[in-house]
């Protein structure tokens, strides 16, 4: 059963950067043949699709985020991160990894206040 892990988030002032990652372990497969994808959610508010990058490498971003994030993967190490430059409040979430139509990893706290 394929688990997944994110790491990498934390408080950071608004213009600085973070690097989230997301490992996934448990099958002898590995990700390769699934799309990836990176979400989000603040309080109060429906979780949402930051990006997403497809077994082949395309990728899809929220407007949002355009410019600012870029997610990549890594299939010989099972994972996948997420680069975001430039952060803004308005990024304040719960960052989730999600693997495929339906596996979720746990999430990782992003915090941008000055």
């Known amino acids: 059963q394929v688990q997944l892990a994110e790491s990498g988030g934390g408080l950071v002032q608004p213009g600085g950067s973070l690097r989230l990652s997301c490992a996934a372990s448990?099958?002898?497969?590995?990700?390769?043949?699934?799309?990836m994808g990176w979400y989000r959610q603040a309080p109060g508010k429906q979780r949402e699709l930051v990006a997403d990058?497809?077994?082949?490498?395309?990728?899809n971003y929220a407007d949002s985020v355009k410019g600012r994030f870029t997610i990549s993967r890594d299939n010989a190490k099972n994972t996948v991160y997420l680069q975001m430059n430039i952060l803004k409040p308005e990024d304040t979430a719960v960052y989730y990894c999600?693997?495929?139509?339906?596996?979720w990893g746990q999430g990782t706290q992003v915090t941008v206040s000055s």
């Open positions: 999600k693997a495929g139509s339906g596996l």
């Open positions: 448990g099958s002898i497969f590995g990700i390769g043949v699934y799309t």
């Open positions: 990058i497809t077994s082949g490498g395309s990728t």
